[in-house]
């Protein structure tokens, strides 16, 4: 490879409490191993990988100065930074090699110089992919246990706040009018808790 290289920096995380020194130092010490020069860096912090360019405002200029061939390669710690759909992930990787912009990638250690770092490129794209989609899955599986264990989630629904002021005001002896009124409720609202049936809007 080429001493006089050009090298743009892309680095990333997920939230505000974490911090992209790692990411840096690596990288430069990768450049320096390569001969490579630092020229720019590009730092989306507190931003999800799952966004495309218009959330992530330092990668979209990185495109855009990618088409400008402001740089020759672009280094990033590793393949989850620069995001996590496939879709994405190829459609950038098209677009810097259109423009004549290679790719390293520290972490899975690849080069897109050449034809078999191109392909494995892609395939880290789908397992970038798959990790988010179990992720979703993990989650989704989780809020399913909560409820059956009776778990109540998010912020109290109003009915549940009607259905607690109608109990008082019954155990205070007032009549079913006098509830209603009391509690800013239709009477058939307090005949269906005095029934136990379900409030589901008031």
């Not at 770092?117 to 892609?122: E, P, W």
């Not at 179990?134 to 778990?151: E, F, H, N, S």
Request: proline residues 1%.
């Amino acid at each position: 490879m080429s001493k006089s290289r050009r090298a743009a920096l892309y680095l990333r995380v997920s939230t505000d409490n974490q911090s992209t020194a790692l990411q840096r130092r690596d990288l430069i010490q990768a450049c320096e191993h390569r001969g490579w020069t630092v020229t720019e860096v590009y730092q989306d912090a507190g931003v999800s990988g799952a966004k495309g360019r218009e959330g992530r405002p330092a990668f979209d200029r990185l495109c855009q100065d990618a088409t400008r061939r402001r740089f020759d390669v672009i280094a990033a710690w590793s393949v989850d930074r620069l995001g996590r759909s496939l879709q994405d992930l190829v459609g950038f990787l098209g677009e810097v090699h259109g423009a004549g912009v290679n790719l390293y990638l520290h972490q899975q250690a690849v080069d897109t110089t050449t034809p078999a770092g191109r392909a494995l490129f892609q395939m880290l794209g789908v397992f970038a992919e798959f990790e988010r989609a179990m992720i979703r899955a993990r989650v989704k599986a989780g809020l399913a246990t909560a409820r059956t264990k009776g778990v109540r989630l998010g912020a109290p629904r109003k009915g549940d706040k009607v259905l607690a002021s109608i109990e008082k005001a019954r155990a205070s002896g007032l009549s079913v009018r006098a509830i209603a009124a009391k509690v800013g409720v239709g009477i058939g609202t307090v005949h269906r808790v005095i029934k136990g049936e379900h409030v589901s809007q008031v």
